[in-house]
T-cell receptor
Framework: AQSVAQPEDQVNVAEGNPLTVKCTYS??????LFWYVQYPNRGLQFLLKYITGDNLVKGSYGFEAEFNKSQTSFHLKKPSALVSDSALYFC?????????????FGQGTTLQVKP | GAGVSQSPSNKVTEKGKDVELRCDPI?????LYWYRQSLGQGLEFLIY????????KSGLPSDRFSAERTGGSVSTLTIQRTQQEDSAVYLCASREYVEAFFGQGTRLTVV
């Protein structure tokens, strides 16, 4: 069965510092990997995705993520954090063809950026 | 419409009553998902519709929960005989190709 783990409930960083939010996955097959962000009392917003190709993918708001097949990880990164990045972040995985498959989420990581 | 629309945005119901939650996906999206999120926690998968295939119901927590998708478009999640533990935000998402897009959710409170 496919699963996603986000080992940190909360990540705290100072504004201007780099940030990393960790994600590991377990699937049988080639995964499609995603990051979503949720601001308070809002739905989830898509940030970025990995399908195939370059291991470093870039997304919205300056975020990027690095796919590591050997470590089955897909960590979210940003070179310089902003206070406005404070939110709940979810990693997700889907196995199937390009347009099929159940989408499974991790438990989420709260990112707190302090001024 | 521009995005996934869910209604109502908030629903308060008495324990034991039935409720229906509605999801209007983005036009043309063949996949539709329902999730439950409790108190800002993770997303619990409930059910997945893909085109005309039989839905994946593996996440439905009990037989009080059911969902249908009519005409490959609008979906309704029904919870019968609601319990207090059903209180949560119910999120719907639709997908055409790779990434899914979410609605704003329905906040269900069972009193």
């Amino acid at each position: 069965a496919q699963s996603v783990a986000q080992p940190e409930d909360q990540v705290n960083v100072a504004e201007g510092n780099p940030l990393t939010v960790k994600c590991t996955y377990s699937v049988s097959g080639n995964p499609y990997l995603f990051w979503y962000v949720q601001y308070p009392n809002r739905g989830l917003q898509f940030l970025l995705k990995y399908i195939t190709g370059d291991n470093l993918v870039k997304g919205s708001y300056g975020f990027e993520a690095e796919f590591n097949k050997s470590q089955t990880s897909f960590h979210l990164k940003k070179p310089s954090a902003l206070v406005s990045d404070s939110a709940l972040y979810f990693c997700a995985v889907r196995v199937g063809s390009s347009n099929t498959g159940k989408l499974i989420f991790g438990q989420g990581t709260t990112l707190q950026v302090k001024p | 419409g521009a995005g996934v629309s869910q209604s109502p945005s908030n629903k308060v119901t008495e324990k034991g009553k039935d409720v229906e939650l509605r999801c209007d996906p983005i036009s043309g999206h063949t996949a539709l998902y329902w999730y439950r999120q409790s108190l800002g926690q993770g997303l619990e998968f409930l059910i997945y519709f893909q085109g005309n295939s039989a839905p994946d119901k593996s996440g439905l927590p009990s037989d009080r929960f059911s969902a249908e998708r009519t005409g490959g478009s609008v979906s309704t999640l029904t919870i019968q005989r609601t319990q207090q533990e059903d209180s949560a935000v119910y999120l719907c998402a639709s997908r055409e190709y790779v990434e899914a897009f979410f609605g704003q959710g329905t906040r269900l409170t069972v009193v």
